[in-house]
């Protein structure tokens, strides 16, 4: 019989001290004392998180509310949980004090890939649900026009949105709709 490898606890202060200055450009998740390496995205996952970005920026422009792109963290922080994950967009409308991660985001967007789908609507769903401050929680496909959309206010049950339909982001106010964000595939199509 072999023997189980061994797993080494990492501090959140470990993590972030190591995590926050990163020479070699990779990025690492912590969940519960772990980190995993995130896997790098595609044409597609870009353009969706861009889109969303771009839409998002030019709204809250001007106002109290900022939205961020992937190189900034969400922290979860309870008695019995740390994690800290890199969303593909998200908004905060409360004043952060850190400056490498976010504790009071309204709005999380994951774009999802084939190996991130799974942890996207369990792990990180039930993860950020802990967060007091988060409203909505979005999951784009990264493939054809889809998104599913959790909501506190629904406890959490997903809504879905395709093409040819809109979607009311209510956590700042923002209606958008879903083939705007995917306008690269429907172009890509008439070609």
């Given amino acids: 019989m072999s023997a189980l490898?061994?797993?080494t606890y990492i501090s959140p202060e470990e993590y972030l001290?190591?995590?926050?200055?990163?020479?070699?450009?990779?990025r690492y998740e912590y969940v519960n004392g772990q980190t995993y390496a995130m896997a790098g995205a595609s044409r597609n996952h870009?353009?969706?998180?861009?889109?969303?970005?771009?839409?998002l920026f030019n709204h809250l422009d001007g106002g109290h509310c900022e939205v961020f792109q992937t190189d900034m963290k969400v922290g979860i922080r309870s008695l019995r949980e740390d994690h800290?994950?890199?969303?593909?967009?998200?908004?905060t409308c409360e004043d952060e004090t850190d400056k490498y991660y976010?504790?009071?985001?309204?709005?999380?967007?994951?774009?999802?890939?084939?190996s991130t789908?799974?942890?996207?609507?369990?792990?990180?769903?039930?993860?950020?649900?802990?967060l007091p401050s988060l409203q909505e929680y979005v999951l784009?496909?990264?493939?054809?026009?889809a998104?599913?959309?959790?909501?506190?206010?629904?406890?959490?049950?997903?809504?879905?949105?395709?093409?040819?339909?809109?979607?009311?982001?209510?956590?700042?106010g923002l209606e958008i709709a879903v083939n705007d964000l995917y306008g690269f595939l429907l172009s890509e199509k008439q070609t």
């Fill in 102 to 114: 976010n504790s009071s985001p309204c709005l999380i967007v994951e774009v999802l890939s084939e």
């Fill in 147 to 172: 998104i599913e959309m959790y909501r506190k206010r629904t406890e959490w049950q997903v809504e879905r949105y395709v093409g040819g339909q809109n979607l009311m982001l209510e956590s700042v």
């Fill in 46 to 55: 870009n353009r969706v998180a861009g889109s969303f970005f771009a839409r």
């Fill in 140 to 145: 784009c496909s990264q493939d054809f026009p």
């Fill in 84 to 91: 800290f994950y890199y969303p593909d967009v998200q908004v």
């Fill in 117 to 130: 789908a799974r942890t996207d609507r369990t792990e990180k769903l039930t993860a950020y649900t802990l």
């Fill in 5 to 7: 490898p061994k797993v």
């Fill in 17 to 26: 001290l190591g995590e926050n200055d990163r020479s070699d450009g990779i």
